[in-house]
């Protein structure tokens, strides 16, 4: 029945604009958010700007500020690369405009107050000299004022900076997909190795027994370290801020003009870039070409030429795209970060609930993680062909080879990975019983056998017309798809983990594993048979709105 | 005389949510013609198309597609006619050959004839050096010459074409019409839409007229022009036909 109201067009309008509502719902979340948010900045702000004015130079709530500022420079610079291509400014369009490049620049320079970075700044800019004031402070609250423009200039600037050094090396579409791919490795690899080396050495201080274990950097790292850290933004206004109540008018007076110095080299070299843009502002890029054996006449055994024809287009779209090259590479980055975890510390380590204790925890762990990062293809796996999509749907290909093309290209994204990381596994740590190894990949089977017709229900309900030349949100799947696919990859891998908890602790006989995966596999290929059915129905009754999710009917 | 009919429809309807697209149109397309399919912007040219390629269902009415009912066996339909839908209907990532081989390969055909006519094919377009070139990388006119070349390949019976010559240079142009010519001399229909009416004019031998989704005129292009009197181009008869003359605006004397 549920089915059948879905082929009513009626039905299928409501569920798209429902489908709409959920995705609109993020930023009114987000905005709503935000406003108590700001105002309980503002509060602290001001009670910070009171504290100093009352001598307290070393108060919690301005230290507080202090750290939240520290991450501002650095979120102007590098949050431009995560907006979608369409967010930015266009300067071709501009440039049609009878405006001088000043005032281009200016307004180009303004669309960075819209960004959260920039929004958090204001109340801290406007209430600490409000609390000064209160304080009786009035000459350090101008001062403090004057220091908060200046550093908003500062921001505002870095973000037009970063914004049209991006734009200049996106503009060549080769450099911009490398270096979107850069981003995509880099960025967790590096935000986890902190975080994780901090836990060894916690970790390993508590096993001596000592108090504490401190890393000492060299004496001119150290130095050079803290120069930087001086005239660091947020701290030349944090600094002149601390100053100015204490009376030390010279100290401010210096912070001040350094973040002045800065705002003005950042607008020039902001402008400066801004105008070879405005220069030529046209994409270049030489044309890719693709090497021409590899085009004619491959055939996956098993299926139909159509459906191996809609596997293989989908694999290629992942060898292909920034995003679908960083599905395939990045489970290999984070797990060498893992791997020499692991093998740094003696034992194992714990990632949140995950215990990662010798090869087989660090292999199904990893090998999981292999199969959840292909989400964003997997749950909209029709709507990322975009134009493709249609000439699929042009095409003579029954839904069920249509589906099964989908299906295969789809393992075929996410297994490479999800097995290199598996024989990696074996090869660094090779201890373990055979049996249990040997159950990782019947896990993985099982795993994407159930999760692979949800994932095409999800993709059929709940397109979304993708970028995934982007790193940003552009390239997600629709946020309901994404938020039901995680869950049914959960509910499908915790079946797994039900099974070898049965066996390894109740049962206490792990050479058992395998045998009981591999009727799970059994099991797990009978309900996706059901589910693909399921399926089935639902992308028929879907066939009009992905078509029509190209002209936005 | 019993004419043989490539499209069919009766009272073909299709509506998005309260706004009726297209409007109960009869659509008569004879086999072996070339069918100029017109109407001005938003008149339900590319709905209509889209409910005849199956990309669409209509919301009323019946068609007939070579002599099956499209919706009953949409694949059997597919199977036997080529479309150039307006967005042009190619991916991004796969190369010009790609391209041709996966249209090869869900119309089973066999790799050698597959080889063979998407070699023609690529150097009739003069897409030969550009073969290997992903398709994100075409420009516009490129990548409408591949979606032509990936409408013929599998040497269909019917054509589709959406604005076939929009933003084609004049070479190419006159190589796509010579091509169109050759299909309907040996047999095959377009149906075609174009906002270039010389073009139409010149290559068609059917026209059909559509204005707020409601067919307004049909038949022989001369028979059409014989009626509206003589000496009249396509051009006046159009404008005749869908209102334009009424739309004339009033003199901008501030130009």
Not at chain 1, 17 to 42: D, W
Not at chain 1, 403 to 414: H, P, Q, S
Request: with cysteine; proline share 5%; glycine share 10%.
């Amino acid at each position: 029945m549920l089915l059948n109201s879905l082929e009513n067009t009626g039905a299928r309008d409501r569920l798209e604009r429902f489908s709409l509502a959920i995705e609109r719902l993020g930023p009114i979340m987000a905005a709503v958010f935000l406003i108590p948010s700001m105002l309980g900045l503002a509060i602290v702000a001001s009670a910070a700007g009171y504290s100093l004015g009352r001598g307290d130079q070393h108060s919690l709530l301005f230290e507080a500020l202090r750290y939240l500022l520290l991450f501002i420079p650095i979120a102007s610079i590098v949050g431009p690369l995560f907006l979608p291509a369409a967010d930015r400014t266009n300067p071709v369009r501009l440039l049609l405009l009878p405006i001088p490049r000043r005032t281009l620049y200016a307004a180009q320079a303004a669309t960075a107050l819209g960004d959260v970075w920039t929004v958090i700044v204001l109340p801290i800019a406007l209430f600490v000299p409000f609390g000064l004031a209160l304080a009786g402070a009035l000459d350090s609250a101008v001062v403090v004022l004057a220091g908060g423009a200046v550093f908003l200039a500062v921001v505002i600037g870095l973000s037009a900076l970063a914004t049209s050094v991006l734009h200049l090396i996106a503009r060549d579409r080769r450099r911009g997909e490398l270096l979107a791919l850069l981003f995509i490795l880099i960025i967790p690899a590096v935000s986890m190795l902190p975080g994780l080396l901090h836990g060894r050495h916690s970790r390993g201080a508590q096993r001596r027994g000592s108090a504490t274990e401190e890393v000492h950097l060299p004496v001119w790292v150290a130095a050079a370290a803290e120069r930087a850290f001086a005239v660091y933004p947020s701290e030349l206004y944090v600094r002149s801020a601390r100053a100015m109540p204490a009376r030390e008018v010279q100290t401010a007076a210096t912070r001040l003009g350094l973040l002045a110095i800065i705002a003005v080299a950042v607008h020039a070299a902001g402008m400066f870039v801004f105008g070879r843009i405005l220069d030529s502002p046209g994409a270049t890029g030489a044309r890719r070409s693709v090497t021409a054996r590899k085009a004619w006449g491959m055939t996956i055994p098993g299926l139909t030429p159509g459906a191996s024809a809609v596997a293989l287009a989908q694999l290629r779209l992942a060898l292909r795209t920034p995003r679908g090259r960083s599905i395939l590479l990045s489970p290999l980055v984070m797990m060498a970060v893992f791997a020499v975890v692991v093998l740094r510390r003696s034992g194992g380590f714990d990632l949140g609930p995950v215990s990662l204790n010798g090869g087989l925890g660090f292999a199904s762990f990893t090998s999981f993680i292999c199969l959840v990062a292909t989400l964003p293809i997997v749950v909209n796996q029709f709507a990322v062909d975009k134009a493709g999509m249609t000439l699929a749907l042009l095409s003579p290909l029954s839904d069920e080879e249509y589906l099964t093309g989908k299906e295969v290209g789809n393992a075929l994204i996410a297994f490479p990975p999800a097995l290199i990381s598996l024989v990696a596994a074996i090869g660094i740590f090779r201890s373990g019983s055979p049996a249990l190894w040997a159950a990782v990949p019947l896990a993985l089977i099982a795993t994407y056998l159930l999760i692979s017709a949800p994932a095409a229900m999800l993709s059929a309900l709940f397109p979304r017309l993708v970028d995934l030349n982007s790193i940003g949100r552009s390239s997600n799947a629709h946020g309901l798809a994404g938020l039901l696919g995680m869950l049914a990859f959960v509910v499908a891998g915790g079946s797994n983990l039900i099974i070898v908890l049965a066996a390894t602790k109740w049962l206490e006989r792990p050479g058992l594993v395998p045998i009981l995966l591999l009727g799970w596999c059994a099991i797990a290929f009978f309900i996706s048979r059901v589910l693909f059915a399921v399926a089935r129905r639902i992308f028929a009754s879907r066939r009009e709105n992905l078509a029509l999710l190209l002209s936005d009917k | 005389m019993h004419l043989e009919l490539a499209v069919q429809t009766t009272g073909l309807t299709r509506d998005f949510g309260s706004f009726r697209a297209v409007d109960g149109i009869d659509l008569v397309v004879p086999a072996g013609s070339l069918y100029g399919f017109l109407g001005p912007n938003g008149a339900g040219k590319s709905t209509t198309i889209k409910c005849l390629t199956g990309l669409l269902r209509p919301t009323a009415g019946s068609m007939m597609i070579l002599g099956t009912n499209p919706i009953a066996d949409p694949v059997s339909v597919k199977r036997r006619i080529g479309v150039v839908p307006e967005d042009l209907a190619l991916f991004d990532r796969l190369t010009a050959q790609e391209t041709l081989t996966f249209v090869a390969q869900v119309h089973g055909i066999d790799r050698a004839t597959a080889q063979h006519r998407a070699s023609d094919l690529l150097n009739l377009m003069e897409l030969k050096s550009a073969g290997t070139t992903l398709v994100t990388d075409f420009s516009h006119g490129m990548r409408k010459k591949l979606s032509l070349a990936a409408a013929l390949l599998p040497a269909p019976k019917l054509l589709f074409l959406d604005e076939p010559f929009e933003g084609i240079d004049a070479v190419a142009s006159r190589q796509i019409k010579d091509l169109l010519l050759s299909f309907v001399s040996h047999g095959g229909t377009i149906f075609l839409t174009s906002h270039i009416l010389e073009i139409v004019e010149r290559l068609s031998t059917h026209i059909g007229v559509i204005a707020g989704g409601r067919m307004v005129a049909q038949g022989p292009i001369a028979d059409l022009r014989a009626g509206a009197g003589s000496g009249k181009s396509l051009e006046e008869l159009f404008i005749g036909l869908v209102g334009g003359d009424a739309r004339t605006p009033a003199a901008l004397d501030w130009i």
